[in-house]
């Protein structure tokens, strides 16, 4: 399977654990139902980007599938957060997003989705950590856009539209100056009753 995903290693990383760039994000260790919903998401139109659109437009979803458990399975070590130029007041608004959300503005908490230490829940919702101050960005600012959509309802797509791109930068910005925990690996399970109702958790492609 290794020689089969060379061509998502080939931007990805090896073990797809990110490269130095920013641009392409780490998949390795990621929960298994995320990474194929997001596979058949840009096969089937609703992320945009040309080159994965290519790759992956005439794969069936157990290929998808097979790529997806390939990638959960490996977890190469972290590298240390990049160094982030953000002053204390936007570090401080981020971290209060990502822990407390804004209530007056129906925005859920980060960690009341994507775990407690921000490493991911299984079996779809994957870790904030670990990634890129740009690519963070890049990903809200496509779901506030529109220009990046899951399954309805969508509801990273209902969170994005009431972010400010002040919102977003300092979320990106505390979100990718942390350090990883020593075990980086997703929940088992959420907490709690997810504060939202999101098609991405119901439809999953899990069954097989």
Not at 6 to 11: D, G, S
Not at 58 to 68: F, G, V
Not at 100 to 118: F, M
Not at 158 to 183: F, V
Request: proline residues 10%; glycine residues 8%; charged residues 20%.
């Amino acid at each position: 399977m290794a020689e089969r995903v060379a061509a998502c290693t080939a931007c990805h990383g090896k073990e797809g654990r990110a490269t130095a760039d920013g641009y392409y994000p780490r998949i390795a260790g990621k929960p298994e139902t995320y990474l194929f919903n997001q596979l058949q998401n840009f096969r089937d139109g609703r992320r945009q980007y040309p080159m994965m659109n290519y790759l992956l437009a005439n794969l069936s979803d157990d290929y998808l599938h097979q790529i997806a458990a390939f990638f959960a399975q490996e977890h190469p070590p972290y590298p240390p957060p990049a160094p982030v130029e953000a002053s204390a007041a936007v570090l401080e608004r981020g971290r209060a997003l990502v822990r407390e959300g804004v209530k007056e503005r129906r925005i859920p908490a980060c960690a009341a989705c994507h775990g407690a230490a921000l490493t991911g829940v299984q079996p779809a919702i994957p870790g904030l950590l670990g990634l890129p101050r740009d690519y963070i960005n890049a990903q809200l600012g496509a779901w506030r856009n529109g220009v990046r959509k899951a399954r309805a309802p969508d509801c990273m797509a209902s969170i994005a539209h009431e972010l400010t791109p002040e919102d977003i930068n300092a979320a990106s910005s505390w979100l990718s100056a942390q350090p990883l925990p020593a075990n980086a690996a997703p929940a088992p399970t959420p907490q709690a009753q997810l504060p939202m109702h999101c098609g991405s958790m119901t439809q999953t492609g899990a069954a097989r």
